[in-house]
């Protein structure tokens, strides 16, 4: 299935993109007639028809809607302290997109290594990654902000919230396995490399989070942030 994305579709005849028509057509060689599928990554997975196809303004006709295309039964949000290798949050938003997640927030927290990002840059990859994997959700991408005004901002949050932390004494630290509960709306916060400062944690136990390990191994930003994106998809399987 080769997969569009279109955020704004109105009406039965729509126009895609120039980046988008040009992978059709010149890409793709699709003709008219044609068979194609469009998301806007709101949940409608549209079958439609290629009725114009040139390479600059292809026009296309919506024969069938899906609403509410594999939604799924739970809400994850995970806030990470981006790294200072742009591209290891790049792999992990791609990885988490194709694994499924529905919001990200970046952090600038006490131990940050990167207090800017570029979210368009961002948006394409999780754009290029919805359509590889055929997700009608686009997930929400959040600039970055300080880390106190984050945590005051989740004070209205009804779901699970965990932050994941690691210190010299982990066992008392429960696994997300033991804390989460099947079909519930979850948000992880995942710290910077030299983690998140005793303040910061209290902070957020003070506002109602969990302190939470994913597992005995000592993990990059990146890698916790996938793995704790891959635990709460596996437990709700």
Sequence with gaps: MNLFYSPEITSSLHTLSKDESTHCVNVLRLKIGSAIHLTDGKGNLFHAILIDDSPKCCIVEIKETIHDYEKRNFNLHIAMAPTKNISRVEWFMEKATEIGIDEVSFLNC??????????????????????????AYHPKLNTIVKFKDFIKSTKTYSGEKYIAYCDDDMSERLSIKQCYKKKKDALILIGPEGDFSPKEVALAIENGFKI??????????????????????????
Excluded: M, P, Y
Excluded at 112 to 134: F, H, P
Excluded at 212 to 237: D, M, P, Q, Y
């Design 110 to 135: 006490e131990h940050s290594e990167r207090t800017v990002i570029n979210t368009d840059r961002l948006n394409k990859i999780v754009t290029s990654a919805v359509k590889q994997s055929i997700k």
């Design 212 to 237: 939470i390990t994913l597992g005995k191994a000592r993990l990059r930003t990146e890698t916790a942030a996938l793995v704790a994106c891959h635990s709460i998809n596996f437990l709700n399987e």
